[in-house]
């Protein structure tokens, strides 16, 4: 497909899409828009940043459109589940972006808020129901939304559901759902229980498949920075002060370490805000409303963001911590490089995280390249090759004692030597001016 009114979706659609500047649908856009619009159930498995959300909104907005049929109190025509509240918030922004020209109603549910507003949105009658788990079986039980009218069924992040242990609740609902019904179903990878899940919901469905069976971060420029524990905050706060970088989420692996980072990066001038599960809704919203808003320049989040950030212009990632599994590696880095654009990622590795660095090459198929000398323990697996664009480990300047950028020739504490440092291309050269 060159273009989206190839699809056939009708002219409101296709004016809310040229208005946003969309022109050519992505891959999945353009193997399950027709699919849906035909009626059929679909299994669709994508990486995020493939574009998967207006792959089921736009064909769900066109359907209700032509249907004409009005939604009454507290029985949606559609249903979407998502892990998070932030991907829920978000879903429900392109429904109602994409559907500014239509006459259908978008409600939102999660936890962490007041339920009061959402059960008077619910009352008022709502064609679409963005919705968490949780708080979607708390209003059920409540009396609050009834299924029994649902046309379109969507679970998104199959993958991220499970591994937040949301698995009983998906069942719980899927029980409550009418026999007649279109099913679609989005993630980004099939472990077991998710197979059995798709064979649970879905009838003969159309399977787009866009998730390479090699990992592909081909956009991202990877690198490592091998660095002592104590040191990283200093390294992070030089990086971060670089002209180059933009605009940058920072990782880390604990709720309490990612507000320590923040508040350690705004004491040094940097403005940042952090985002974690121990935070309020409001302030969520607000951490990344500012962040969008490029009121802060850095975004200090743990794992159950990474899939939940869908923002443009992010030019680097940065791992302050490895994190536990490798293919959250994936999903963090995937924050930048997005819609063919380029993107950095740099990830701090200290002698501790050799285990999981090994893990996440493994993953990848290939070594990512350090910005210092890479130490014996840290050895990757034989065979594999090169990660980033460039394949080629970074070669201007050389890293001191701790491998900070731009600093001397010594040797860095632990006997390693020092070695090629970042390249200027990456954001990460050695010189540069502050903000």
Known sequence: MDNFEQLGLIEALNQAIAKEGYTTPTPIQAQTIPAVLE?????GIAQ????????????ILDRLSRDGRKATANRPLALILAPTRELAIQISGSFSTYGQNLRLRCACVFGGVSQVPQVSQLRRGSEILVATPGRLLDLMNQGHVDLSSLQIFVLDEAD?????????????????L????????????MPPDIVDLTRQLLHDPITVNVAPKQVSVTQIDQQLLFVERGERQDILRQLLSLEEVERAIVFTRTKRGASVVCDRLRRTGITAAVIHGNKSQSARQQ????????????????DIAARGIDIDGISHVINFDLPVDAESYVHRIGRTGRAGADGIALSFCTDDEYDTLRSIEKLLGRTIPSMNARPTGANAAQGSGQAGRSGQPGRSGQAGRSGRPGQG????????????????????AGSGSSR
């Not at 995020?48 to 064909?59: D, E, I, Q, S």
């Not at 020739?409 to 990460?428: H, I, Q, Y």
């Open 160 to 176: 991220r559901m499970l591994d937040m242990g949301f698995l009983p609740d998906i069942q719980r609902i899927i029980a409550k």
């Open 287 to 302: 951490a990344l409303e500012s962040f969008r808003n490029r009121e802060v320049s850095v975004l200090v989040a743990t």
């Open 178 to 189: 009418p026999k007649q019904k279109q099913s679609l179903f989005f993630s980004a990878t």
């Open 48 to 59: 995020t940043g493939t574009g998967k959300t207006a792959a089921f909104a736009l064909p």
């Open 409 to 428: 020739n010594g040797a860095s504490r632990g006997g390693r030597p020092g070695s090629s440092g970042p390249r200027k291309r990456s954001g990460f």
């Open 39 to 43: 009626g059929r159930d679909c299994l």
